[in-house]
């Protein structure tokens, strides 16, 4: 079975709490239409498990076939030195058609990001590569396509889009 | 399937409308073979696309992927256009399947190549194969790992 690897770390952007005994990582693509229905189906499963779930987002961008992906994470990324990783992340799901550098500025605007900043970190190397690693860690963990999900390191082969999934992560946490 | 250590057999087939390639041009370098049922599988989980992104690690593991089903070169053109590939893609057309029998992964009942890996070594020596359950996309982690275990010998 495959393995998440590398294990969640402190460089990852986690939400809920640390110590929760059911994680769920997502490996995901901005511009794909499949995240984008995993996106509220995520947020309700966390609503539901509260505490005991953990929620890690990487990111897998499939930029050959999603022209925006790469830029999209990267801007996601620069929002996370602002502290502001997950509002960028909802904000960017909630507006996946449009992901043009302009569009995701504005989105830097539209948080009360410093957007100056925000330019500023966009073009550090160190953001690409952090997408790059991420990436290669998808593939070293056996993502096959987007989204891909791990649960408590283990790949998730079954369906997200049921109540199964939500039961399994349930299971997990008694 | 063929075992590793097994030479793996020669092929010559089109990879463009006016090109061929035979496994023998690629002595030198490491080979993934990767037979796939059919091209237009949806876009996010497809595994053509997915070996489009990783060029460039397999690249640095002087690897060479190449992915061949049983579409014409017509097909392939199309497909490889539309989603930007940048490597490869193989017509095992004419005779249908040849290659993918003599690799053992033709699956005769749905005239189609099954979803099977093979990574080759710079002497054309299979090292490492996997047969993937039907209708799942294999990913790349096996690939990495036979990759990175070749490299140690």
Redesign the interface.
């Known amino acids: 079975m495959?393995k998440l690897k590398p294990a969640v770390s402190d460089k990852d952007n986690i939400q809920g709490n640390t110590s929760a005994p059911v994680e769920l990582v997502e490996y995901g693509?901005y511009e794909?239409?499949?995240?984008g229905r995993a996106y509220p189906i995520v947020k309700a499963i966390q609503e539901k498990m509260g505490d005991k779930l953990k929620f890690v987002f990487r990111n897998f961008p499939?930029?050959?076939?999603h022209p925006h992906a790469v830029n999209a994470a990267i801007a996601t990324e620069a929002a996370a030195l602002q502290n502001k990783f997950w509002e960028m992340h909802d904000y960017i799901f909630e507006h996946q058609r449009r992901l043009d550098d302009a569009s995701l500025i504005a989105y830097a605007t539209h948080l009360q990001l410093d957007v100056q900043q925000f330019e500023n970190d966009f073009s550090k190397t160190e953001l690409a590569q952090k997408v790059d690693d991420d990436?290669?860690s998808g593939?070293?963990?056996?993502?096959?396509?987007?989204p891909s999900f791990f649960i408590n390191g283990e790949k998730y082969?079954g369906n997200w889009e049921g109540e199964e999934f939500l039961d399994y992560l349930q299971s997990l946490a008694k | 399937m063929l075992a590793p250590g097994t030479k793996a057999p020669e092929f010559s087939l089109s990879s463009t409308p006016d090109q061929k390639l035979e496994l023998s041009q690629l002595k030198g370098k490491k080979v993934i073979l990767a037979f796939y049922p059919a091209d237009w599988s949806p876009?996010?989980?497809?595994?053509m696309?997915?070996y489009?992104?990783?060029l460039k690690?397999f690249h640095k593991e002087n690897a060479e992927v190449i992915g061949i089903s049983v579409d014409s070169k017509w097909c392939h053109l199309a497909f490889s256009q539309d989603?930007?590939?940048?490597f490869p893609l193989l017509a095992d057309f004419e005779p249908k399947g040849a290659v993918a029998m003599a690799y053992d992964v033709y699956d005769a009942t749905l005239g189609e190549c099954k979803r099977a890996l093979y990574v080759i070594d710079e002497e054309g020596i299979i090292r490492w194969n996997y047969l993937s359950p039907v209708g799942?996309?294999?990913?790349?982690?096996?690939i990495?790992d036979a990759l990175e275990t070749m490299n140690k010998k």
């Open positions: 495959a693509d794909c239409p499949h995240c499939l930029a050959e076939i990436f290669e593939m070293r963990s056996g993502v096959n396509g987007t082969n | 876009v996010c989980s497809d595994q696309a997915l489009n992104e990783m690690i989603r930007k590939l940048h799942m996309n294999p990913g790349a982690d096996g990495l």
